[in-house]
């Protein structure tokens, strides 16, 4: 069964401190990796993907993802955390061989940055 | 706002009643998903239409659960006979149809809660 992992219900830094929230992934063939997130009263907003190609990922907001082959992850990442950054955080694959888009959502991580 | 509409924002209805949902994709997109989230979860797929085809369906849209895109523009989720289990966030996305990894555009979601 294909499945994302996030194993930090929440995580705290401090503003100005670089951050990461995790996760790992489970699929038969090459993944296609998504990081999402959501603001209170808000719906999901796209970060950013991993389809293939560099390992490291540029996406909105300054963030960042890395893919792992090896350890299966793919980390969300950003050098300087801020205030505004406090949300919920969605790390999905698509499954292999899907005929559509249609995403499996990890349980999500809450980002709290502290000022 | 040209984003993903969703209507209403809240819903409170008694066990038994039938509920509907709607959601007004953004106009140029041919697809369109609809997901529950519940508290602690990250989205749950549950249907997927391109145009006005509902092409796939999860296990978890039982009996009572029906979905509807007649024009191939606004979406309506019915419940009927709802139950407390189907309390939950109903949250539609769509996107454009030009490749399976395309980023999805959610909406603010339906809240439901069934006393």
């Known amino acids: 069964a294909q499945s994302v992992a996030q194993p930090e219900d929440q995580v705290n830094v401090a503003e100005g401190n670089p951050l990461t929230v995790k996760c790992t992934y489970s699929v038969s063939g090459n993944p296609y990796l998504f990081w999402y997130v959501q603001y209170p009263n808000r719906g999901l907003q796209f970060l950013l993907k991993?389809?293939?190609?560099?390992?490291l990922v540029k996406g909105s907001y300054g963030f960042e993802a890395e893919f792992n082959k090896s350890q299966t992850s793919f980390h969300l990442k950003k050098p300087s955390a801020l205030v505004s950054d406090s949300a919920l955080y969605f790390c999905a694959v698509r499954p292999y061989g899907g005929a559509t888009n249609k995403l499996i959502f990890g349980t999500g991580t809450l980002l709290a940055v502290q000022p | 706002d040209t984003g993903v509409s969703q209507n209403p924002r809240h819903k409170i209805t008694k066990r038994g009643q039938n509920v509907t949902f709607r959601c007004d994709p953004i106009?140029?997109?041919?697809?369109l998903y609809w997901y529950r989230q519940t508290l602690g979860q990250g989205p749950e797929f549950l249907t997927y239409?391109?145009?006005?085809?509902?092409?796939?369906k999860s296990r978890l849209l039982s009996d009572r659960f029906s979905a509807e895109r007649p024009k191939g523009s606004f979406s309506t989720l019915e419940i009927q006979r709802t139950e407390q289990g189907d309390s939950a966030m109903y949250l539609c996305?769509?996107?454009?149809?030009?490749?399976?990894?395309?980023?999805?555009?959610f909406g603010s979601g339906t809240q439901l809660s069934v006393l």
């Open positions: 996305a769509s996107s454009l149809d030009r490749d399976l990894n395309e980023k999805l555009f």
């Open positions: 106009s140029e997109h041919n697809r």
């Open positions: 991993y389809i293939t190609g560099d390992n």
């Open positions: 239409f391109q145009n006005e085809a509902q092409l796939e």
